[in-house]
């Protein structure tokens, strides 16, 4: 079964730098739109930045022009990198695909485990 697997958080003083990577198993990597997730304790998940099978990427407003996603098909792995780092930061961070499954375009969304980002002030 395919599997999303994090790594790369840490703790960082405001201002610094981390960059995360979603590792996936699969055949169906190339294809899926891959997605950071991140949640504060006792908030919200929401979504970070997102990167299209095509390449196209869109951003939260909260982090727009310091986080870039990209992707590698060959080693089928996303990224996040994350600068300029701000305690509003703090969050686990997840990693999220979306394929479509079926020809009636049924999907099917599959996340990784978590990876723990702490930025100090």
């Known amino acids: 079964q395919a599997q999303l697997v994090e790594s790369g958080g840490g703790l960082v003083q405001a201002g610094g730098s981390l960059r995360l990577s979603c590792a996936a198993s699969g055949r169906l990597f190339s294809s899926a739109d891959m997605r950071w997730f991140r949640q504060a304790p006792g908030k919200q998940r929401e979504l970070v930045a997102a990167?299209?099978?095509?390449?196209?990427?869109n951003y939260a407003d909260s982090v727009k022009d310091r986080f870039t996603i990209s992707r590698d098909n060959i080693k089928k792995t996303v990224y996040l990198q994350m600068n300029s780092l701000k305690p509003e930061d703090t969050a686990v961070y997840y990693c999220?695909?979306?394929?479509?499954?079926?020809?009636?375009?049924?999907?099917?969304?599959?996340w990784g485990q978590g990876t723990q980002v702490t930025v100090s002030s």
């Open positions: 999220n695909s979306e394929t479509v499954v079926n020809v009636e375009g049924a999907k099917a969304s599959r």
């Open positions: 990167i299209t099978s095509g390449g196209a990427t």
